[in-house]
């Protein structure tokens, strides 16, 4: 069975950083692709960035390049989003999600999702 758990959010100050994680289980990591998008109250869900297969390339929103990262650890089977100098507006819950298929910053892309963390930016 396909699992994504993401784990790191929290409340935060504006100009502060936060670490998101993704674990990965059922499936052979190496093989997938991934995302993570955010949903902020009344809005529809938005892709931040992603991360193709070992060693493949990464996208960002416009919104968050230069101050967002992303990252894989293969060998813990993880996925990281770094996000740095938070601002309000990056206030959502964020979600990783999974593909073994093209991906980028469509969430039709993406076959598998996680349950959701609550990131929330104080100004």
């Known amino acids: 069975e396909v699992q994504l758990q993401a784990s790191g959010g929290g409340l935060v100050q504006a100009g502060r950083s936060l670490r998101l994680s993704c674990a990965a289980s059922?499936?052979?990591?190496?093989?997938?692709?991934f995302g993570w998008f955010r949903q902020a109250p009344g809005k529809e869900r938005e892709g931040v960035s992603c991360?193709?297969?070992?060693?493949?390339?990464?996208m960002y929103d416009v919104s968050v390049k230069g101050r967002f990262t992303i990252s894989r650890d293969d060998a813990k089977n993880t996925v990281y989003l770094q996000m740095n100098n938070l601002k309000s507006e990056d206030t959502a819950v964020y979600y990783c999600?999974?593909?073994?298929?093209?991906?980028?910053?469509?969430?039709?892309?993406?076959?598998?999702w996680g349950q959701g963390t609550l990131v929330t930016v104080s100004s």
């Open positions: 991360i193709g297969l070992p060693g493949g390339s990464t």
């Open positions: 999600a999974t593909t073994d298929a093209g991906y980028g910053l469509g969430s039709g892309a993406y076959d598998y």
């Open positions: 059922g499936f052979t990591f190496d093989d997938y692709a």
